[in-house]
């Protein structure tokens, strides 16, 4: 079965920066592009970034324009989020998946930013 597995978040000062790792299992990961989503309290999950097959990406939300880098690696399965110049408004657990195929959600990384 597909599993997704997100880490790297944590508690972070507003203007620091984070790298996100999600580790994908159960599926041909070269495949499939690849998305981070995000999901705020009170809030619908959203995407955030997108990296195609071979690494062509798009930064589909507005306000991280300019603060976040999706990345892959296809050899170790997994896709990356580095994210800089972090902002109190960023506070959301994250999450990845295929872009145009819906597998079961992982667990998520929660990242707080916050002084």
């Known amino acids: 079965q597909v599993q997704f597995v997100e880490s790297g978040g944590g508690l972070v000062q507003p203007g620091g920066s984070l790298r996100l790792s999600c580790a994908a299992s159960?599926?041909?990961?070269?495949?499939?592009?690849m998305s981070w989503y995000r999901q705020a309290p009170g809030k619908e999950r959203e995407l955030v970034a997108s990296?195609?097959?071979?690494?062509?990406?798009?930064v589909n939300l507005d306000s991280v324009k300019g603060r976040v880098t999706i990345s892959r690696d296809n050899g170790k399965n997994t896709v990356y989020l580095q994210m800089n110049n972090l902002k109190p408004e960023d506070t959301a657990v994250y999450f990845c998946?295929?872009?145009?195929?819906?597998?079961?959600w992982g667990q998520g990384t929660q990242v707080t930013v916050s002084s």
């Open positions: 990296v195609t097959r071979v690494g062509g990406i798009a």
């Open positions: 159960g599926l041909i990961f070269s495949n499939y592009d």
């Open positions: 998946n295929a872009r145009f195929v819906r597998f079961r």
